[in-house]
């Protein structure tokens, strides 16, 4: 819509206009990055090997890494729902349905690992998916009810987010990394999502040697049991160094653009001059905050009346997560925030009422 058909629109219609493009703008899609993609060729390709495995071997995993706020749970989620999809068209019920039962078919199940991990804590929020009574459970009967949700449900994806939280220096966070890798033997694939998996020290089950050094054999590394068991990727961040770089991250650019609804916008309104400069230096390329501050921007923009996103409109936002609730700071969850430039400040002139200008020219 124009700027001229909204004027003249009644204020009613006005309203619900700008219901919708808040909305639209609250609303951005996911899109793909080079980043995201590589993601996708490896967790839609090891997700749909294990769905037709038939033996009962352990289920190869997955680890999805990446700093805070930069899509990894939104790509996974993406990845996965786009296989439990296909999966629903290819079979249309639970090929793996008990007769005399109504189990709901449940191909992907998405639990947050909580905030201090415990075994029976982790398996509670494994069956509070399912909507599973936990009540009176001891440890063996939980993990033998998960096992039962599993495979009742005909789960071939099992989703544990902020696996971070995890502390391997403690003893129950070590019990816990067993019982997850005792989950791959459950016929499922497990994807285990968080920040800075390889600093976490999940990879080495945090058992590090003297000096926090692995030991090095004389033939290479050692894996360790998860390191065998899971492949890891990295999501990161975009990066502006090379010309490959700087043309993905305004290509980005260019697809948020196409998706907002300001009435003054312009082609090229966060592609051209020193905008993808301003917009990589105010977020690191982290897509999180750069859709944080879009979205900030564009409700000011309409509030203010200015109708576009602007260098000077966006500086007078600032980026802050202090809201960031359920994200964990000391797990990486919560990303720094670059600093907003300092708004430009004008030279002031000097007072020159009193100044002494001597006797003026032309006088006796």
């Known amino acids: 819509m124009t700027l001229a058909r909204w004027r003249a629109l009644s204020p009613a219609k006005k309203a619900a206009h700008d219901l919708a493009r808040a909305a639209t703008h609250a609303n951005l899609p996911l899109l793909g990055t080079p980043m995201s993609r590589q993601v996708d060729r490896l967790l839609s390709a090891r997700i749909r090997q294990n769905a037709f495995k038939a033996r009962p071997a352990t289920r190869a995993g997955v680890m999805v890494s990446g700093g805070g706020y930069q899509g990894k749970t939104e790509t996974v ?3 996965a729902a786009t296989f439990e999809d296909s999966w629903r068209e290819l ?3 639970n090929p793996e349905t008990v007769p005399g039962t109504r189990d709901a078919w449940v191909p992907v199940a998405y639990v947050q690992t909580p905030v201090t991990a415990k075994p029976k804590s982790t398996c509670k929020a494994i069956l509070d998916f399912y909507g599973t009574p936990t009540k009176r459970m001891d440890l063996p009967e939980l993990v033998a009810q998960v096992a039962a949700s599993l495979t009742d449900h005909g789960t071939k994806v099992l989703i544990l987010d902020d696996i971070t ?4 220096h403690r003893a129950d966070d070590q019990d816990t990394l067993d019982l997850i890798r005792a ?3 459950m016929h499922v694939t497990l994807v285990l999502v968080g920040v800075d998996i390889p600093g976490s020290g999940l990879m080495d089950e945090g058992r590090p040697t003297a000096n926090n050094e692995r030991r090095r054999p004389v033939n290479g590394w050692e894996p360790t049991q998860t390191e065998r068991r899971f492949d890891l990727v990295e999501l990161d961040r975009f990066r502006y160094d090379t010309p490959e770089q700087t043309t993905a991250w305004t290509c980005h650019l260019a697809g948020v653009e196409d998706h907002l609804r300001l009435l003054k916008a312009r082609p090229g309104m966060l592609t051209d001059g020193t905008m993808p400069e301003y917009l990589y230096a105010r977020t ?8 944080r501050l879009i ?3 564009c409700t000011e923009a309409i509030t203010c009346g200015t109708e576009r996103l602007t260098e000077p409109l966006l500086d007078n936002l600032p980026l802050t997560l ?7 700071a000391q797990a990486g969850e919560i990303p720094a925030v670059p600093a907003a430039r300092p708004a430009a400040r004008t030279a002031r002139r000097r007072n020159t009422v009193f100044d002494d200008h001597g006797p003026q020219a032309g006088t006796a």
């Open 91 to 93: 079979h249309r019920t």
């Open 295 to 297: 979205e900030d921007g």
């Open 322 to 328: 202090a809201d960031a609730a359920g994200r964990d």
């Open 284 to 291: 690191d390329g982290v897509v999180g905050l750069l859709e």
């Open 165 to 168: 939280r995890l502390r391997m």
């Open 77 to 79: 989620c993406e990845i």
């Open 183 to 185: 989950f791959m033997s």
